[in-house]
Protein backbone atom coordinates (compact mmCIF):
# COMPACT_ATOMS: atom_id res chain seq x y z
CA UNK A 1 0.00 0.00 0.00
CA UNK A 2 1.73 3.16 -0.88
CA UNK A 3 1.85 6.42 1.52
CA UNK A 4 -0.99 8.14 -0.40
CA UNK A 5 -3.57 5.18 0.40
CA UNK A 6 -2.14 4.77 4.13
CA UNK A 7 -3.09 8.36 4.46
CA UNK A 8 -6.44 8.19 2.77
CA UNK A 9 -7.05 5.14 4.95
CA UNK A 10 -6.62 6.64 8.01
CA UNK A 11 -8.26 9.93 7.39
CA UNK A 12 -11.09 7.70 6.07
CA UNK A 13 -11.04 5.72 9.56
CA UNK A 14 -10.79 8.76 11.73
CA UNK A 15 -14.10 10.79 9.78
CA UNK A 16 -15.97 7.58 9.83
CA UNK A 17 -15.46 7.27 14.01
CA UNK A 18 -15.28 10.73 14.63
CA UNK A 19 -18.49 10.37 12.44
CA UNK A 20 -20.37 7.70 14.34
CA UNK A 21 -19.33 9.42 18.05
CA UNK A 22 -20.93 12.51 17.31
CA UNK A 23 -24.26 10.75 15.81
CA UNK A 24 -24.38 9.16 19.30
CA UNK A 25 -23.75 12.02 21.06
CA UNK A 26 -26.74 13.70 19.49
CA UNK A 27 -28.72 10.33 19.66
CA UNK A 28 -28.38 10.32 23.67
CA UNK A 29 -29.13 13.94 24.11
CA UNK A 30 -32.23 14.22 22.34
CA UNK A 31 -33.29 10.52 23.98
CA UNK A 32 -32.18 12.13 27.06
CA UNK A 33 -34.63 15.09 27.00
CA UNK A 34 -37.07 12.83 25.36
CA UNK A 35 -37.40 10.58 28.75
CA UNK A 36 -37.17 13.71 30.82
CA UNK A 37 -39.85 14.86 29.44
CA UNK A 38 -42.00 11.71 29.72
CA UNK A 39 -40.58 10.63 33.43
CA UNK A 40 -40.01 14.59 34.47
CA UNK A 41 -41.02 15.97 37.40
CA UNK A 42 -45.00 15.87 36.40
CA UNK A 43 -47.91 15.03 39.24
CA UNK A 44 -51.05 14.31 38.41
CA UNK A 45 -53.89 13.65 41.27
CA UNK A 46 -56.89 13.80 41.48
CA UNK A 47 -58.77 16.36 43.89
CA UNK A 48 -58.56 15.30 48.05
CA UNK A 49 -55.78 13.24 47.40
CA UNK A 50 -52.46 13.95 49.43
CA UNK A 51 -49.33 14.47 46.94
CA UNK A 52 -45.88 14.65 47.84
CA UNK A 53 -43.17 16.25 46.23
CA UNK A 54 -39.67 14.49 46.86
CA UNK A 55 -36.49 16.00 47.18
CA UNK A 56 -34.31 13.26 46.49
CA UNK A 57 -31.76 13.85 49.35
CA UNK A 58 -30.91 13.71 52.58
CA UNK A 59 -31.24 17.11 54.52
CA UNK A 60 -28.11 17.85 56.24
CA UNK A 61 -27.55 19.93 59.27
CA UNK A 62 -26.56 22.52 57.16
CA UNK A 63 -29.31 22.45 54.35
CA UNK A 64 -31.59 25.04 53.95
CA UNK A 65 -34.83 24.09 52.20
CA UNK A 66 -37.35 26.43 50.85
CA UNK A 67 -40.53 25.60 48.91
CA UNK A 68 -42.46 28.20 46.31
CA UNK A 69 -45.86 27.78 44.34
CA UNK A 70 -46.17 29.49 41.15
CA UNK A 71 -44.81 32.39 38.92
CA UNK A 72 -44.80 34.75 41.76
CA UNK A 73 -42.50 32.63 44.31
CA UNK A 74 -45.19 32.12 46.61
CA UNK A 75 -43.74 31.20 49.71
CA UNK A 76 -44.98 27.33 50.48
CA UNK A 77 -42.66 25.97 53.56
CA UNK A 78 -38.66 26.32 54.70
CA UNK A 79 -36.33 24.22 56.58
CA UNK A 80 -33.65 26.14 58.19
CA UNK A 81 -30.34 25.34 58.39
CA UNK A 82 -28.56 24.42 61.76
CA UNK A 83 -31.98 24.51 64.16
CA UNK A 84 -33.97 22.62 61.42
CA UNK A 85 -36.61 24.41 62.30
CA UNK A 86 -39.91 24.39 60.14
CA UNK A 87 -41.83 27.57 58.79
CA UNK A 88 -44.87 26.90 57.08
CA UNK A 89 -46.72 29.31 54.55
CA UNK A 90 -49.77 31.56 55.91
CA UNK A 91 -51.22 31.91 52.50
CA UNK A 92 -54.84 30.45 52.98
CA UNK A 93 -54.67 28.04 50.50
CA UNK A 94 -51.78 26.11 52.20
CA UNK A 95 -52.74 27.11 55.56
CA UNK A 96 -52.91 23.39 57.35
CA UNK A 97 -52.53 21.58 53.99
CA UNK A 98 -48.54 21.54 53.76
CA UNK A 99 -46.23 19.56 55.93
CA UNK A 100 -42.30 19.08 55.12
CA UNK A 101 -41.03 15.89 55.96
CA UNK A 102 -37.63 17.03 58.27
CA UNK A 103 -35.39 14.93 57.23
CA UNK A 104 -35.79 14.77 53.88
CA UNK A 105 -37.47 18.79 53.07
CA UNK A 106 -40.02 16.73 51.21
CA UNK A 107 -43.09 19.00 50.54
CA UNK A 108 -46.19 16.76 51.60
CA UNK A 109 -49.64 18.69 50.74
CA UNK A 110 -52.96 17.40 51.85
CA UNK A 111 -56.36 17.21 50.66
CA UNK A 112 -55.17 19.12 47.65
CA UNK A 113 -57.67 21.23 45.17
CA UNK A 114 -57.86 22.45 41.84
CA UNK A 115 -56.22 25.45 42.97
CA UNK A 116 -53.19 24.08 43.73
CA UNK A 117 -52.71 23.56 40.50
CA UNK A 118 -49.14 24.78 38.99
CA UNK A 119 -45.57 24.50 39.35
CA UNK A 120 -43.67 24.08 42.37
CA UNK A 121 -39.94 25.37 42.94
CA UNK A 122 -37.27 23.29 45.38
CA UNK A 123 -34.75 25.51 46.30
CA UNK A 124 -31.82 23.57 48.14
CA UNK A 125 -28.69 25.65 49.64
CA UNK A 126 -26.08 23.24 50.70
CA UNK A 127 -22.15 24.21 51.43
CA UNK A 128 -22.80 27.71 49.72
CA UNK A 129 -24.15 25.78 46.68
CA UNK A 130 -27.94 26.42 45.46
CA UNK A 131 -29.68 24.23 43.43
CA UNK A 132 -33.21 24.17 41.64
CA UNK A 133 -35.84 21.72 41.24
CA UNK A 134 -39.26 21.82 39.38
CA UNK A 135 -42.33 20.23 39.65
CA UNK A 136 -45.48 20.25 38.04
CA UNK A 137 -48.91 19.37 39.67
CA UNK A 138 -52.27 18.75 38.08
CA UNK A 139 -55.01 18.59 40.29
CA UNK A 140 -58.08 16.65 38.36
CA UNK A 141 -61.62 17.88 39.76
CA UNK A 142 -63.88 14.91 40.21
CA UNK A 143 -66.63 14.32 37.34
CA UNK A 144 -69.94 13.81 38.03
CA UNK A 145 -71.24 10.46 37.67
CA UNK A 146 -72.47 9.44 34.40
CA UNK A 147 -75.01 6.38 33.80
CA UNK A 148 -72.56 5.49 30.61
CA UNK A 149 -69.44 6.57 31.56
CA UNK A 150 -66.29 7.13 29.34
CA UNK A 151 -63.58 5.29 30.78
CA UNK A 152 -60.46 7.67 30.06
CA UNK A 153 -57.13 6.02 31.31
CA UNK A 154 -54.20 8.13 32.44
CA UNK A 155 -51.03 6.66 30.95
CA UNK A 156 -49.84 4.56 33.63
CA UNK A 157 -46.49 3.57 33.95
CA UNK A 158 -45.68 0.52 31.66
CA UNK A 159 -47.42 2.24 29.00
CA UNK A 160 -44.83 5.22 29.39
CA UNK A 161 -41.99 2.60 29.33
CA UNK A 162 -43.88 1.42 26.32
CA UNK A 163 -43.33 5.11 24.68
CA UNK A 164 -40.11 5.38 25.78
CA UNK A 165 -39.06 1.97 24.28
CA UNK A 166 -40.58 2.74 20.70
CA UNK A 167 -39.02 6.29 20.68
CA UNK A 168 -35.39 4.32 21.39
CA UNK A 169 -35.57 1.86 18.99
CA UNK A 170 -36.78 4.60 16.20
CA UNK A 171 -33.75 6.96 17.18
CA UNK A 172 -31.63 3.86 17.17
CA UNK A 173 -33.08 2.71 13.65
CA UNK A 174 -32.06 6.51 12.74
CA UNK A 175 -28.91 6.61 14.46
CA UNK A 176 -27.66 3.25 12.23
CA UNK A 177 -29.21 4.28 8.84
CA UNK A 178 -27.15 8.26 9.12
CA UNK A 179 -24.05 5.76 10.45
CA UNK A 180 -24.20 3.22 6.96
CA UNK A 181 -24.73 6.10 4.88
CA UNK A 182 -21.93 8.67 5.80
CA UNK A 183 -20.12 5.03 6.26
CA UNK A 184 -20.94 4.60 2.18
CA UNK A 185 -20.14 7.67 1.15
CA UNK A 186 -17.08 8.08 2.46
CA UNK A 187 -16.17 4.76 1.23
CA UNK A 188 -17.42 6.05 -2.23
CA UNK A 189 -15.67 8.79 -2.63
CA UNK A 190 -12.25 7.21 -1.76
CA UNK A 191 -12.49 4.35 -4.33
CA UNK A 192 -13.46 7.09 -6.82
CA UNK A 193 -10.51 8.71 -5.95
CA UNK A 194 -8.20 5.16 -6.39
CA UNK A 195 -7.62 5.36 -9.95
CA UNK A 196 -6.41 9.50 -9.90
CA UNK A 197 -3.85 8.22 -7.20
CA UNK A 198 -2.73 5.29 -8.98
CA UNK A 199 -2.37 7.50 -11.91
CA UNK A 200 -0.12 10.09 -9.28
CA UNK A 201 2.03 6.84 -8.71
CA UNK A 202 2.53 5.89 -12.23
CA UNK A 203 3.71 9.27 -13.30
CA UNK A 204 5.65 9.26 -10.27
Given at each position: ?12 N ?5 S ?7 F???F??I ?27 DDR ?10 F ?7 SG??L?S?D???R??V ?10 I ?13 K?S????V??K ?20 N ?44 K ?5
Amino acid sequence: MSPIDSHLLHKLNFNINSSIVMCIFIFYCLFFLIVKDVFGNKVSVMEGDSVTLHTDIVRQKDDRIVWYYGPENTFVARISKMSGSILLSEDERFRDRVMVNDQTGDLIITNIRTQHSGDYTLKISRNNKVSYKKFNVTVHAHQPVLTNPIRVQNNSPVQRVFVISVVYLMFSVICIIICVHMYCTTVRKRISSQPLNAKMILMD
